[in-house]
């Protein structure tokens, strides 16, 4: 047997299998996920759903697969030809040791460079600090307003009136209306959250639209929107299109919300909730004062008892005396605590009352019927004014008027044949019919002959 030579080194054989394994793994941890852009060619749609094509460009080209789960997201139809943007984790096939692309997400080329743009201002407004959440302030409680920053007329704002209804109707909503999609969008955006800041009428407000392309909730993803959101002093939640959506407004606002609906359950408590709590309060309240003057009437009785254990006399007066007396002041201390307690519960209820929807639609009824009767009295107003201007008019008319010419004298002539009002002698000739006019009654007569002057 030859001697073994320890200088030579072992050698590590791998079979191909296992080398595509190891490859596969320096490939997929080597890199990050990456948005690569191309033209589909080569594109393979088998029964399985999964689709395949080549990816490439004026030099290269590179081998993709995208998934059936995947695939079932897409917004388009991809084609042989189609301009694309997509995210993908590099990878190898083992079967045949080629390397290709794992795909994730693929949009149009359109989106894609909305896609770019948005990713450059995110890691800008990053950089920035706008979305650090040490500056982000609380949400209130129990808003006493809440504005909302939409368009009137979108599904967005019912989807949130119906909810605060539900859960908090005596919550008032002011609503700031603004474009929310399209040219100008942004610009009236950033006037209604600066309107809303200036203002002050709310403790809150609301940022929100329904969902959309990325081209419909671009306006959200403005800049001039984004610092507008992070100079406003009042808290800011932001719930623009549906779960999966997500725009810059959201990095920047206070809070975030996957849906309008969502957003309004953010900022409203639950009326039932609150009114439980408080009856909660109440019975808690009660059990503890009766646990107090429990406790106070054992250590009385206790004080008692060593009172009638200690020496007879005048001691024994004075300390009964003395006992008296703090028997009267616990007594008055804990029922003027008692008082204070339940004055703070009238408080508390009275406040839940006059939040009652009931009370605000009859003082809204009582305004309805006030704007009513003034109005009533306006349009009378108007209607007399209107009335006495006219029969000023009618005199003015009157007097005016050719009949009133007539009555001082005055007559008028015409030419029969076309009823043409005479004004000069050579405008008739002889032979012609004529009729005057006079204040009272006509005259029919011939033309014999003209004169001029």
Known sequence: MPARDDTTPQRNIFSVSRLNREARALLEGGFPRLWVEGE???????????????????????????????????????????????????????ARGNYQLIVDRMEAAGDGALRRAFEVLKAKLYAEGLFDPDRKQPLPELPRCIGVVTSPGGAAIRDVLTVLGRRFPAIPVIIYPTQVQG???????????????????????????GGG???????????????AVYACPL?????????IDT??????????AATPSAAAELLSPDQNELAARVRQLENRL??????HLQSAAEQLERLTQRIQQSHPGRRLQQQAQRLDELDARLRRGWQYRLARQQARLDALRNRLEHCNPQQQLQRLAARTAQLAQQLEYCINKQVAQRHEK????????????????????????LRRRD???????????????????LANGRIFSQVTGTKVP
């Not at 080209?61 to 301009?83: H, I, K």
């Not at 610009?187 to 403790?203: H, M, N, P, S, T």
């Not at 392309?213 to 610092?227: G, Q």
Request: net charge negative.
């Open 40 to 94: 589909i060619s080569n594109l393979a749609r088998p029964a399985s759903g999964h689709l395949y094509f080549t990816l490439k460009d004026a030099r290269a080209q590179v081998s993709c697969a995208l998934f059936r789960n995947r695939a079932l997201r897409l917004d388009f139809t991809p084609e042989n030809g189609t301009q694309v943007l997509l995210q993908a984790q590099v990878s190898l096939y083992e």
């Open 183 to 209: 040219d100008g969008a942004a610009a009236q955006i950033v006037r209604a959250l600066q309107r809303a800041g200036e203002r002050a009428d709310c403790d809150v407000l609301l940022l929100t639209r």
């Open 213 to 227: 392309s990325l081209e419909d909730l671009w306006p959200f993803n403005e800049e001039t929107v984004a610092r």
């Open 235 to 243: 808290p800011v939640v932001s719930a623009v299109g549906h779960e």
């Open 247 to 256: 725009v810059i407004s959201d990095y920047v606002a206070d809070a975030r």
């Open 286 to 291: 009660l059990t503890l004062t009766r646990q």
């Open 390 to 413: 006219l029969a000023v008019l009618a005199r003015a008319l009157d007097a005016v008027s050719p009949l009133a010419t007539l009555q001082r004298g005055y007559s008028i002539t």
């Open 419 to 437: 009823a043409a009002v005479l004004q000069d002698a050579r405008e008739v000739s002889a032979g012609e019919q004529l009729e005057t006019r």
